[in-house]
């Protein structure tokens, strides 16, 4: 292996310490406490070295996004595999994405509810965040009709994540979430 292979390998490695850092690290006490002085005390780097990998603390978040639509995507994606039919999988990826919330809320936030200079809705979208949308849109496909599939897909996923924020937040009943899941794919599941 050749020095410059060595070092690319290293680099890379470092990176994904801080994200990891950085991901668990806000799990397990939010992101006000994820500061660069922080993680590199946590991976044991000088806070310079974190700085050759990210400009700050924004752009660790955005990475930590990044992997985060990547695991949604594999979670989406087996959801939609073992669904018998196109209305299950719909109701599967549905049931998956906030299960996925529920599970990992601060990762969540990174992905869709703080500030992160990351490009949606864009061509420049990072792949893993396409292919999170991706399998939202693929499994909507059979009920878009004559619709616009990025159009019913975003407003699927509107849908979504209106429910799942409202819910953790306290301003809907915990104990009607099913309820509303439910609802939500049988306007989105009808068949044409």
């Given at each position: 292996?050749?020095i ?9 490695e ?14 397990s ?15 044991e ?41 196109p ?33 949606f ?17 693929e499994?909507l ?52």
């Amino acid at each position: 292996m050749s020095i410059q292979a060595r070092r690319e390998r290293e680099r890379a490695e470092r990176e994904r310490a801080i994200v990891a850092a950085a991901r668990e690290l806000a799990e397990s006490e939010g992101w006000d406490a994820v500061t660069t002085r922080r993680l590199a005390a946590e991976i044991e780097y000088s806070q310079p070295v974190l700085y050759s990998h990210f400009k700050g603390k924004d752009a660790i978040m955005a990475a930590v996004a990044v992997e985060g639509c990547g695991d949604l995507a594999d979670e989406l994606a087996a959801a939609r595999a073992a669904a018998t039919d196109p209305r299950q999988a719909v109701a599967g990826i549905a049931t998956a994405y906030a299960a996925f919330a529920e599970r990992r809320p601060a990762l969540y936030d990174a992905m869709f509810n703080l500030a992160v200079e990351l490009p949606f809705a864009s061509r420049d979208v990072p792949v893993d965040l396409a292919r999170a949308f991706a399998e939202l849109a693929e499994t909507l496909r059979p009920f878009a009709g004559n619709d616009d599939l990025e159009a019913f897909t975003e407003t699927f996923w509107s849908g979504l994540h209106g429910l799942v924020t409202l819910m953790r937040s306290g301003r809907l009943r915990r104990e009607q979430h099913e309820q509303r899941l439910a609802l939500l794919v049988d306007r989105f599941a009808r068949p044409e």
